[in-house]
C-alpha cells in the first residue's frame, strides 16, 4: 500500500466540497436576480420542512424581481414567512397565487456585507477540506505504526496533502476575488 492510495481517495471529497463552495457562492446576489437565490430556503409546511424549490416554481421576469407560484395556495403564508426569516432583505408581496420579491438595491453598505457572507462561506469550506486534510493525515500515520508505510512515505504523504490543501486554497482564493470582484 502507498500513501498515494490515500490520497487518490480523499481527492473526490476536497472536490465534492470545492463544487459546493461554488454552488454557495453563486447564490449570493450580485445584481441580477436568479431562481438560486431562494431555491434552498427552509419552509415549514404543514409541520414537515422543505426547500422552496420543493413547493413552487420559481423565476425572474425581471432583473430585480422573483417570482414564486406555489403548486398550492396554502403554501403562499409558509412560504412568504420563510423568506422573511431568510435575511436576503427582499420585500415581498402576495399577488392572487403569486408570491413577488423585490431585491434591494445594492447600496455600498450591502454590498459590504455579501462580501462578509462570502469570506465566512470560503473559510467553512477551507476548514471542510482541513477536515479531509486531518483524517487522510491520520489514516497514513495509522498505516506506519502498523508497518503498511514507511517513515519516508509518510512524509512524502504529508507534502502531497499540502500540495493539494494549497491547489484548493489558491482555487478557493481566486474563486472569492472574482465573486468580490462582481459584487464590489
Given at each position: 500500500m502507498s500513501y498515494k492510495e490515500f490520497i487518490d481517495?480523499?481527492?473526490p471529497e476536497f472536490e465534492k466540497s470545492f463544487r459546493f463552495l461554488v454552488a454557495e457562492i453563486d447564490k449570493i446576489r450580485t445584481s441580477r436576480a436568479t431562481p438560486s437565490l431562494v431555491e434552498d430556503i427552509q419552509v415549514t409546511a404543514f409541520g414537515s420542512n422543505f426547500t422552496l424549490n420543493q413547493l413552487?416554481?420559481?423565476?425572474?421576469?425581471e432583473?430585480?424581481?422573483i417570482v414564486i407560484s406555489p403548486w398550492d395556495p396554502s403554501y403562499i403564508e409558509p412560504i412568504q414567512t420563510a423568506v422573511e426569516k431568510s435575511g436576503l432583505g427582499m420585500s415581498s408581496s402576495v399577488d392572487k397565487n403569486l408570491i413577488r420579491l423585490s431585491l434591494p438595491m445594492l447600496t455600498e453598505e450591502y454590498r459590504k456585507s455579501l462580501v462578509k457572507v462570502l469570506n465566512v462561506k470560503a473559510e467553512e469550506g477551507r476548514q471542510?477540506?482541513?477536515?479531509?486534510?486531518?483524517?487522510?493525515?491520520n489514516k497514513i500515520q495509522k498505516a506506519q505504526k502498523e508497518g503498511?508505510?514507511?517513515?519516508?512515505?509518510?512524509?512524502?504523504?504529508?507534502?502531497e496533502l499540502q500540495k493539494l490543501i494549497d491547489e484548493y486554497n489558491k482555487k478557493i482564493?481566486?474563486?472569492?476575488?472574482?465573486k468580490e470582484k462582481d459584487l464590489m
Open positions: 481517495k480523499v481527492k413552487a416554481s420559481i423565476s425572474c421576469p432583473p430585480n424581481q471542510t477540506m482541513r477536515h479531509w486534510r486531518e483524517d487522510c493525515w503498511v508505510l514507511s517513515e519516508d512515505d509518510k512524509f512524502d504523504g504529508k507534502d482564493k481566486e474563486l472569492i476575488e472574482r
